[in-house]
């Protein structure tokens, strides 16, 4: 059974396990994921550095939540039980931090996170949500819609 502290505690070993092969996920393209935000459907999380974040922008509508962070196990827990009714996905620079969340969601039950592999760059799984020509806002903007209870209204 999956307890929060051993899914924090896993989340926080992801970052030192390098890339394994990307288990079958649910994966949104990054057009079919900016629809989605649109219509309310779905809540999308940046997982990228906030460096990353500087350098390119955060997917309008994202919230950006670093993975390195210590809490970022709670706050996908949080997340994932505060908005039952909206679909979570998660969204990283090409694809491949996302892929071994994906990865680490599958080992520990969770099968209701989707993933946008393709990224905000781009990369082998897709062209990417910047390439692609959606929209981005800064990162202050990202911070400042973000819900600091990490509910969607």
């Known amino acids: 059974m999956l307890t929060r502290r051993h899914f924090i505690l896993a989340l926080s070993a992801l970052t030192l396990i390098p890339a394994a092969a990307v288990a079958d996920t649910k994966t949104l393209t990054a057009e079919d994921a900016y629809d989605r935000l ?3 459907e ?13 350098d390119s922008g955060v997917a309008e509508g994202a919230w950006p939540l670093d993975m390195r962070e210590p809490d970022f196990g709670r706050w996908i827990m949080a997340t994932l039980e ?7 996905a998660v969204i990283c620079r090409s694809g491949n931090r996302s892929g071994r969340l994906m990865d680490l969601f599958a080992q520990n039950g969770i099968d209701t996170v989707l993933d946008v592999s ?3 760059l781009g990369g082998p799984r897709g062209t990417g949500w910047i390439p692609t020509g959606l929209p981005t806002v800064s990162v202050k903007e990202a911070y400042e819609a973000l819900p600091k209870d990490l509910t969607a209204d």
Do not use: A, Y
């Open 38 to 40: 649109q219509s309310g």
């Open 82 to 88: 505060r908005n039952p009714h909206r679909d979570v």
């Open 42 to 54: 779905l809540i999308l999380i940046d997982v990228r550095t906030p460096q990353e974040w500087l």
């Open 118 to 120: 393709e990224g905000m």
